[in-house]
C-alpha cells in the first residue's frame, strides 16, 4: 500500500478510503467512480500554507492549481483552508465564484485568454491576472481603465529552467507558447510595456516550469533565475517589483518508480524554495518577494481513486490479457495521451496475490481506450471491483463524453462518510444541448 493514512485494507481484505470501504461506495454509488479523501486534500493544502506561514513569515499564499480538479466542492475546501486558487478559463473562474471563493485569492492564467474570459475577471474582482501577451495587455488595460481600476497584474516569464519527470534542462532560450523569456530580452520588454499602461498595476512575474517533478534544484533553479531577472529589472529599468509565483509542479506517486513523499515530505520542497529565496534577496539586495506557489496535482492526485466494475475478460494466448472495465478513457485520458502509468488492485480482494500481468482497457471504440499496460493482478472475474490509484489530477478534468459514455461522478469521503461533489449524469443531460434543426424534422 501506499503512504496515504486513509487506503487501507480492512478486515474483509477490502480497500478502505476515508473510513468507506470501497467495495460498499461501488454497491451505493455505482461505477465508474470517482473518490476523494478529504482529509489528503486538506493535508496538502495546509502543509504548504504552513510552511509559508513558518519558514517566510507567512509572506506568500498557496494558490491551488484549479485545472488539476475543478468543482465547487473544491473551491470551497480551498476557501476553508485560506489559500487562493489559479484558473485558467472563464469556467474554472465562474465555478470558483459560484462556490462564493473570494475573487481577490483568485489568480488567472491563460496564453490566450478571451476578451470575455477577462470582461468577467474585471466585472468579478479576480485578485491578479498573470499577463501572457500584448494584446492581452491591451484588452486588459482597457477593461480596467473602463471600470475605473488599476488591475493588479503578473507577467509570466520563462526562466529557461525546463523540468521534466526525472531530468531539467537549462535552456537559453525557449519555444515554449507560454510566457516570455528572459534570456532574450522579450520579458523585459514586455515589462516596460506593461509600466507604461495607466490601469495595470505590475506587482511581478510567473514562472512554472514543468508538471510531475521531483528534483528539487530545478524549482530553486527557477527561482534563482527569476531573482536574478528582477534585479536586472530594477537596475534597468529602476522599477522593484514586490511577487514572485514560482507555479506548480511537484510531483506524486503513481507505481514504486516515482518516489513516495509524504505530506510532511512536501513541506521540503517549499523549505528548499523558500531558503533560496531568501538567500538571493541578500545577494542581490532585492526585498523579499511576496512568494506564491501553485501545486495541482500533489493536493489531489493521490488524494483520488477511480473505482470500476470488471467486466468482459479476453485472452489472447501467448500475447495479452485484457481486463476490461466500466470506464476508460473517457474517465481517465492519461494512458491514451501520455502513456501515463498506474497502479490497479483488485478492491474486493487485496490481499491476494497477484498471479498474472494483464492489460486494463477501457470501453471505448478505440484500441488505445487503454488505463494500464502489463500489470499485475489476482486472476480477475467479471464483477470484481478495480481500483487505480492516483487519479485524483487530471483524470475528472480532463475527461469527456466520448462515445457518449457518462462522465462518472465524484464523491468526498472522510472518516466514514461520503457524500456527491459532482453528480452522476443522465442520457437526457447527453443530448441536453443538441438540436433538431426544423429542416431536418
Ligand atoms: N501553474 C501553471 C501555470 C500550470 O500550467 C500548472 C499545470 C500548474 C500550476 C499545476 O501544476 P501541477 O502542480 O499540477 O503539476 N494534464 C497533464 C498536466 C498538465 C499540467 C499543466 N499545468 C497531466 O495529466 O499530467
Not at 514572485?244 to 520542497?269: H, R
Not at 538567500?279 to 489531489?300: C, F, Q
Request: proline share 3%.
Amino acid at each position: 500500500m501506499n503512504q496515504r493514512e486513509t487506503l487501507k485494507i480492512n478486515s474483509k481484505g477490502h480497500l478502505e478510503i476515508g473510513g468507506c470501504d470501497t467495495v460498499d461506495l461501488a454497491a451505493k454509488f455505482g461505477t465508474p467512480l470517482y473518490v476523494f479523501d478529504e482529509k489528503y486534500i486538506r493535508d496538502m493544502m495546509d502543509v504548504y500554507r504552513d510552511t509559508i506561514d513558518r519558514e517566510y513569515d507567512g509572506h506568500g499564499l498557496v494558490l491551488y492549481a484549479s485545472k488539476a480538479f475543478s468543482c465547487m466542492a473544491i473551491y470551497k475546501i480551498a476557501a476553508q483552508e485560506n489559500i487562493g486558487v489559479d484558473v485558467v478559463s472563464g469556467g474554472e473562474l465562474y465555478t470558483a465564484l459560484k462556490a462564493g471563493f473570494p475573487a481577490e485569492k483568485i489568480y488567472m492564467h491563460g496564453n490566450n485568454k478571451l476578451l470575455r474570459e477577462l470582461q468577467l475577471a474585471v466585472d468579478s474582482g479576480v485578485g491578479t491576472i498573470v499577463v501572457d501577451s500584448y494584446d492581452e495587455a491591451d484588452m486588459l488595460n482597457e477593461l480596467a481603465q473602463k471600470k475605473g481600476i488599476r488591475q493588479d497584474v503578473l507577467i509570466r516569464i520563462n526562466p529557461g529552467v525546463e523540468a521534466h519527470t526525472h531530468a531539467f534542462v537549462q535552456t537559453a532560450r525557449t519555444d515554449s507558447k507560454f510566457g516570455f523569456s528572459i534570456s532574450d530580452g522579450t520579458a523585459e520588454k514586455m515589462t516596460a510595456y506593461i509600466l507604461k499602461k495607466g490601469s495595470l498595476n505590475l506587482k511581478g512575474y510567473h514562472c512554472h516550469i514543468g508538471s510531475q517533478i521531483f528534483e528539487k534544484q530545478s524549482f530553486v533553479l527557477a527561482a534563482q533565475k527569476a531573482m536574478d531577472f528582477m534585479a536586472k529589472i530594477k537596475a534597468d529599468l529602476g522599477f522593484e517589483v514586490d511577487t514572485l509565483n514560482i507555479g506548480g509542479g511537484f510531483g506524486i506517486w503513481y507505481t514504486d518508480e516515482d518516489a513516495k513523499i509524504s505530506v510532511e515530505g512536501y513541506a521540503a520542497y517549499l523549505e528548499a524554495l523558500i531558503a533560496a529565496v531568501k538567500d538571493k534577496a541578500n545577494e542581490l539586495g532585492l526585498k523579499r518577494p511576496y512568494l506564491l506557489i501553485e501545486p495541482g496535482r500533489s493536493i489531489v492526485g493521490e488524494a483520488g481513486i477511480t473505482l470500476y466494475t470488471v467486466g468482459a475478460i479476453k485472452d489472447i494466448p501467448g500475447i495479452k490479457k485484457y481486463v476490461a472495465i466500466d470506464g476508460g478513457m473517457f474517465d481517465n485520458p492519461r494512458y491514451a495521451l501520455y502513456q501515463s502509468k498506474y497502479t490497479v488492485l483488485l478492491a474486493n480482494r487485496v490481499n491476494e496475490e497477484c498471479t498474472e500481468k494483464v492489460t486494463i482497457a477501457g470501453k471505448c471504440c478505440e484500441s488505445g481506450d487503454l488505463i494500464a499496460v502489463d500489470v499485475p493482478l489476482p486472476e480477475a472475474k467479471r464483477g470484481d471491483i478495480a481500483a487505480v490509484l492516483s487519479t485524483g489530477a487530471y483524470n475528472y478534468s480532463m475527461a469527456s463524453n466520448y462515445n457518449r459514455n457518462f462522465i462518472p461522478p465524484a464523491i468526498l469521503v472522510k472518516d466514514g462518510e461520503a457524500d456527491y461533489i459532482v453528480k452522476p449524469q443522465t442520457y437526457d443531460d447527453l443530448i441536453r444541448n443538441d438540436v433538431v434543426p426544423g429542416r431536418l424534422k
